[in-house]
C-alpha cells in the first residue's frame, strides 16, 4: 500500500460531505466536476474505497443524497436497453473485437450515452454523483467525450470521477498512457 495513496484516499470523505464543496464554493461559476486519479494497479483498492464511500457518507452526512455510477455497468444497461447485447456478443464471436468496437461506436456516441448517464445520475435529486468503473469501459467509451457532454446535464450538481491513469488539469491519461484530448474543465479531487 502506497502511503501517499492513502492520505489522498483518506481526505475525501472529508472533502466530499463539506458545505464549502457541495456549495461549489471556490469554483467560480465552474462546473463542478472532479477527478481522483490513482495508479491504475490500485484499482482494487478504489473499489473497496467507493464501497467504503457508499456505506460511510449516510452516516456522516445522512441528508446527503448520493448517487454512484459504475459507467462499465451503465454502458451495459444502456445496450440491454436498447436490445443490443445479444447481438453484441454474436458480432464479437464471429468478427472479432475491432469489428464490434466500430459497430458501437454510433451506438455509444458520448451525447447518448451522457444523456442515459443524466437519467440515471438524477442530479436534481442528488446532491453528489460518484463514477467509477472507468478502466472497465475503455475503450467502448471515452470520458473526456462523456465528460464534455454531460456539463449541460449535471447542473450545479457536483461529480466525483475515480480515474485509474492520471489527470494533470489539462489531460486526462487513462492507465497513465492513453492520452486523451484536452480536458481543462474539471478539478483534481485531493492533491
Do not use: W
Not at 35 to 46: G, T
Amino acid at each position: 500500500m502506497s502511503e501517499p495513496l492513502t492520505e489522498r484516499l483518506n481526505a475525501i470523505l472529508p472533502r466530499v460531505v463539506s458545505e464549502e464543496f457541495l456549495g461549489g464554493s471556490g469554483i467560480g461559476n465552474e462546473i463542478a466536476f472532479y477527478v481522483f486519479d490513482y495508479p491504475p494497479e490500485d484499482e482494487l483498492r478504489i473499489r473497496e474505497h467507493v464501497r467504503f464511500l457508499a456505506e460511510h457518507i449516510p452516516k456522516v452526512k445522512p441528508s446527503l443524497r448520493v448517487k454512484h455510477i459504475n459507467l462499465f455497468d451503465l454502458v451495459i444497461e444502456y445496450l440491454t436497453n436498447r436490445k443490443l447485447m445479444d447481438r453484441c456478443f454474436a458480432m464479437q464471436r464471429e468478427k472479432g473485437d475491432e469489428n464490434l468496437l466500430r459497430a458501437l461506436a454510433p451506438v455509444l456516441d458520448a451525447e447518448k450515452v451522457a444523456e442515459f448517464f443524466a437519467g440515471a445520475a438524477d442530479p436534481d435529486n442528488h446532491e453528489l454523483v460518484i463514477v467509477s468503473g472507468v478502466g472497465s469501459v475503455f475503450p467502448l467509451l471515452r470520458t473526456h467525450n462523456l465528460l464534455n457532454n454531460l456539463h449541460s446535464r449535471m447542473g450545479k450538481t457536483p461529480l466525483v470521477m475515480f480515474y485509474p491513469g492520471t489527470y494533470d488539469g489539462k489531460y486526462l491519461r487513462l492507465f497513465g498512457r492513453v492520452k486523451s484530448n484536452p480536458y481543462y474543465r474539471a478539478f483534481r479531487l485531493v492533491l
